[in-house]
């Protein structure tokens, strides 16, 4: 079981840069074993995956939307996933939420049904 609380989200103006960070508590052994995602939720739309990381981090997926702005990190002994955002446009706008999913391999799934742990989400409202 895995529990996870993202943090960061606020409002900035388009072309800045913010770092959201997902906290999970649990069993470090059981974190180390899940690949770590995140997506996000505009209003009015479905929530949609943004980027994804495998269990030792040593592989990437991103969204083309979001390819070469955003990076997704990870630090297993902290237990905690990262997201840094850079020039952000207005459409980058929603709720992002941090994923978890077991694997018992380094696959990385990148739909949003195969996630099995949820954080709350945290709002990213960014301006024109």
Request: glycine share 10%; aromatic share 10%.
């Amino acid at each position: 079981q895995v529990q996870l609380v993202e943090s960061g989200g606020g409002l900035v103006q388009a072309g800045g840069s913010l770092t959201l960070s997902c906290a999970a508590s649990g069993r470090a052994y059981a974190y180390s074993r899940c690949s770590m995602a995140w997506f996000r939720q505009a209003p009015g739309k479905e929530r949609e995956f943004v980027a994804a990381i495998s269990r030792s981090g040593g592989s990437k997926y991103y969204a083309d939307s979001v390819k070469g702005r955003f990076t997704i990190s990870r630090d297993n002994d902290k237990m905690t996933a990262s997201l840094q955002m850079n020039s952000l446009n207005p459409e980058d706008t929603g709720v992002y939420y941090c994923a978890a999913k077991s694997t018992i391999s380094s696959y990385t799934p990148r739909s949003l049904p195969e996630y099995d742990y949820w954080g709350q989400g945290t709002q990213v409202t960014v301006s024109s």
